[in-house]
């Protein structure tokens, strides 16, 4: 069974990460969506909101589940049996980010990591752009599945 591991914060889901779940699911068996909690970060949106955004946008794909956890990604790949991590890039800062990171998990755990490239249409998005976009009132519809909406 090919199951992957897609972790994020997804503060909040965008497009982007939309996209690469869709075009993750006819690779694998089974997707889990991994937001990942850390103490030291601010989030805009609760843990709840954010599961509520990705399950409520997957809500008729079986393959795609969402948990929520704490501590390295290889341990939540060990404990859910995951043999992949998908990531997606957007662009070479995030190609040598990422590059690291998975050379990293590989040394430490032999888990592979497969890489899909953003589509696009939806290379420009990223959550802090969101974030940014509704703290000051914005358009921010158009960026986001439509499981995401806020009260401005």
């Given amino acids: 069974m090919r199951k992957a591991i897609f972790p994020g914060s997804f503060d909040p889901i965008t497009l982007g990460h939309e996209d690469i779940i869709k075009r993750g ?3 694998f068996d089974e997707i889990v969506i991994a937001i990942g909690v850390n103490a030291e970060k601010k989030y805009m949106f ?3 909101e954010r599961k509520r955004f990705i399950e409520e946008t997957f809500k008729d794909e079986p393959k795609v589940s969402v948990i929520t956890y704490e501590g390295l990604t290889i341990d939540l790949a ?7 991590i998908l990531r ?5 800062a995030d190609f040598e980010f990422e590059k690291a990171i998975a050379h ?3 040394k430490l755990s032999k888990i592979e990591t497969v890489f899909l ?3 696009a ?8 752009i969101v ?4 703290r000051h009132g914005g358009e921010y519809e158009m960026l986001v599945p439509d499981a995401v909406r806020v009260k401005k």
Avoid: C, M, Q, Y
Wanted: no cysteine; net charge positive; hydrophobic share 35%.
């Fill in 25 to 27: 699911i006819p690779l």
């Fill in 46 to 48: 609760s843990l709840e």
């Fill in 78 to 84: 060990k404990k859910e049996k995951a043999n992949f």
């Fill in 88 to 92: 997606g890039l957007r662009n070479p």
């Fill in 104 to 106: 990293t998990n590989r």
């Fill in 117 to 119: 490239l953003t589509a």
């Fill in 121 to 128: 249409s939806t290379s420009f998005i990223s959550s802090s």
């Fill in 131 to 134: 974030r940014d976009v509704l």
